[in-house]
T-cell receptor, first 112, second 112 residues
């Protein structure tokens, strides 16, 4: 059974600081997704990572995938208040898009 | 822009009622999903459909059924609503295993 663990689950950081969210998973996969959710809103896709060593960047967020270590990271550079949200990683397995397991999410709060 | 529309944002139903949650997507996606989201548990897959009239059980299908008579529409049915089905329900659609899923705005269901 595929398990996906994110840490930390809660993260309070100051504006301007850097931090990394980790997503570990228990079985082989080459598909990993990062989503953002604002309070009371739905999930918004951030990144799709499909191969070992994949790295994608959008603004102050950078995501990477190490399939051998079964680890993805979401790095936040010089955080700003607008990044406050809950971030989810989701891991795919098998050939079906339906085989997608979500982590519990990391609630990020960026304070001035 | 991909649009996934859920029929209700908020719904209050009584225990024992039959409840229908409707979801429509406008991108001709093959795959559609129903998740429920609960605090501390992340997102859990209820059912997944990869084609019209085709469905697969997710992690927590008990107490739910689904219907997909047309490609663009995926319905979640609570046969006899119970208080432990009070939750946020999220519908999503996707084109395939190498792309992200797009989420609707969610339906917050309260069963009293």
């Amino acid at each position: 059974e595929l398990k996906v663990e994110q840490n930390p689950l809660f993260l309070s950081m100051q504006e301007g600081k850097n931090y990394t969210i980790y997503c570990n998973y228990s079985t082989t996969s080459d598909r990993l997704y990062w989503y953002r959710q604002d309070p009371g809103k739905s999930l918004e896709s951030l990144f799709v990572l499909l191969s070992n060593g994949a790295v994608k960047q959008e603004g102050r967020l950078m995501a990477s995938l190490d399939t051998k270590a079964r680890l993805s990271t979401l790095h936040i550079t010089a955080a700003v208040h607008d990044l406050s949200a809950t971030y989810f990683c989701a891991v795919g397995y098998g050939g079906s898009q339906g085989n997608l397991i979500f982590g519990k999410g990391t609630k990020l709060s960026v304070k001035p | 822009d991909v649009k996934v529309t859920q029929s209700s944002r908020y719904l209050v139903k009584r225990t024992g009622e039959k409840v229908f949650l409707e979801c429509v997507q406008d991108m001709d996606h093959e795959n559609m999903f129903w998740y429920r989201q609960d605090p501390g548990l992340g997102l859990r897959l209820i059912y997944f459909s990869y084609d019209v009239k085709m469905k697969e059980k997710g992690d927590i299908p008990e107490g739910y059924s689904v219907s997909r008579e047309k490609k663009e529409r995926f319905s979640l049915i609570l046969e006899s609503a119970s208080t432990n089905q009070t939750s946020m329900y999220l519908c999503a659609s996707g084109a395939g295993a190498t792309t992200e899923a797009f989420f609707g705005q969610g339906t917050r269901l309260t069963v009293v």
